[in-house]
């Protein structure tokens, strides 16, 4: 969500901020300002994947984490069955493959 933000910070200050058809039109129609900032079709695709992306990688990295954790107080804890660790490496490769 951090790069998000920072994308569109960034584009705001490089870029002059465009206007889809769709947008025009509603704000002209609604007699309002036309000088108001509204998100084009592009951005908001955009927006989605990287949001889409962000939980992926969560979703993807949480259970290597885990394993990580279970590895470290494996002694003092009953031994973790290989299956653990392997739907982990399979969460891992599954992030490589869904990742752009």
Known sequence: MSVIRVLCRMRERLM??????ASCRSSSSHGGDTTMNHATIEELS???LMAVISIFFVICWVP?????I???LE???SPVPRMVYRIADIFIAMNFTIDP
């Open 75 to 77: 002694g003092s804890i």
């Open 70 to 72: 279970l590895a470290q």
């Open 64 to 68: 290597q984490l885990m394993t990580i």
């Open 16 to 21: 002059p901020r465009r206007h889809s058809r």
């Open 46 to 48: 955009f927006a989605k």
